[in-house]
């Protein structure tokens, strides 16, 4: 079993950064690809950035140029810098692998997910 645990949420003004991590444990992180999705209150979790095994990277419209996702296989853990927070980024924000995946951005194709971490942006 693949255990995700995020850390880095808090309380930012608008314009400001937070970088978010996400520790994996249980299997090498290497063999899956990395996704991060968030949830604001009363909607839909949402995708926002993907990691595949390789270099492959993709961002949602909202967050492409803010957001920057990056993984260090030695130690198992995958960021999401965020730049220029803007209070629509609040929301729950979760980190997901999936297993041998390439970084899609569809949430049906993660089969591990973390317990999420506050972002919450100020105006």
């Known amino acids: 079993q693949v255990q995700l645990v995020e850390s880095g949420g808090g309380l930012v003004q608008a314009g400001g950064s937070l970088r978010l991590s996400c520790a994996v444990s249980?299997?090498?992180?290497?063999?899956?690809?990395m996704g991060w999705f968030r949830q604001a209150p009363g909607k839909e979790r949402e995708f926002v950035s993907a990691?595949?095994?390789?270099?492959?990277?993709r961002y949602a419209d909202s967050v492409e140029d803010r957001f920057t996702i990056s993984r260090d296989n030695a130690k198992s853990t995958v960021y999401l810098q965020m730049n220029n927070l803007n209070p629509d980024d609040t929301a729950v924000y979760f980190c997901?692998?999936?297993?041998?995946?390439?970084?899609?951005?569809?949430?049906?194709?993660?089969?591990?997910w973390g317990q999420g971490t506050q972002v919450t942006v100020s105006s």
């Open positions: 990691h595949g095994r390789n270099d492959f990277t």
């Open positions: 249980g299997r090498l992180m290497s063999a899956y690809a």
């Open positions: 997901a692998a999936e297993y041998m995946g390439f970084g899609t951005s569809n949430i049906r194709s993660y089969a591990y």
